[in-house]
């Protein structure tokens, strides 16, 4: 059975066509990748994301639901960040540790307990009637965390428009295009080249031969920020707007 995350992989790479353009259809098109920037703009309780363990969530939701209630506020705190470090790796649950006062082994919560941790001891007012904890499952998953992001510069050749982006190294070209959508709707109606050479809109772009220099900077001691490649669009007088 395929994984899930080979399923929207595949989603991205479908082709079916609209006039003269090929590429994934935008219109139901998901975002498989996320860098640690996009997800710390989401810090405050009415936006409220966090990544764990490679994944991102939207606890948006969840923030609704229990608005109010004293025990959101250690996640309210972290909003937007990573919080990896809550989780046990090989469980893919919140680290416990044995509990002085009771001997035995409870969840490990430094900022202390939040929605869906068990009180210390036992309590007539603690519902656990609200089946899944919000940390298992899938539920609020909405993609994977960019282990590596990169800097490129997209231009375009018609208009001279120069944007910069950071992006996920782990992202096909089609994946970039749609970030390049708010400030060009037209996105897909170019022609994407890298020192001249057209490039497959289903690869990455290590895999378009875009090399990451980022350690060959680092140990020449330069700094790799003076070059950032460029990716230049070249009109295809179609007028496609996704």
Same mark, same amino acid.
């Given at each position: ?45 009415? &936006? *409220?994301?966090?990544?764990? *363990? ?16 004293? *025990? ?15 989780? &046990?790796?090989? /469980? ?9 006062? /009771?001997?035995? *082994?409870?969840?490990? /919560? ?18 656990? &009637? ?23 510069r997209i231009i375009n050749t ?19 295009l749609h970030r390049c959508l ?31 220099? &980022? ?24 007028? /496609?707007?996704?």
């Amino acid at each position: 059975m395929k994984q899930p995350e080979m399923l929207v992989a595949e989603s991205a790479r479908a082709t079916p066509r609209r006039g003269l353009v090929g590429g994934p259809d935008f219109e139901f098109f998901q975002r498989r990748y996320f860098t640690p920037a996009e997800v710390a703009q989401h810090n405050v309780p009415e &936006d *409220l994301w966090v990544s764990y *363990l490679g994944s991102v969530y939207d606890l948006t939701p969840l923030a609704h639901k229990y608005k109010g209630d004293l *025990l959101l506020k250690p996640i309210v705190e972290v909003a937007g960040q990573d919080i990896s470090h809550w989780f &046990d790796p090989k /469980t893919r649950d919140i680290r416990k540790h044995v509990d002085p006062l /009771t001997g035995t *082994l409870r969840y490990r /919560t430094p900022r202390g307990r939040f929605l869906h941790v068990p009180p210390q001891l036992p309590r007539s007012d603690w519902a656990n &009637d609200f089946g899944k904890p919000w940390w298992q499952g899938v539920h609020y998953e909405v993609g994977r965390l960019s282990t590596k992001t990169r800097n490129i510069r997209i231009i375009n050749t018609l208009t001279s428009q120069e944007h910069a982006l950071e992006v996920g190294a782990q992202e096909s070209m089609w994946e970039i295009l749609h970030r390049c959508l708010p400030f060009n709707a037209h996105a897909a109606s170019y022609t994407w080249k890298y020192e001249g050479k057209k490039l497959n809109m289903d690869y990455t772009l290590e895999e378009n031969g875009i090399r990451d220099e &980022d350690e060959e900077f680092d140990y020449l001691n330069m700094d790799g920020t003076v070059y950032t490649p460029a990716i230049l669009l070249y009109f295809n007088d179609d007028l /496609t707007e996704l």
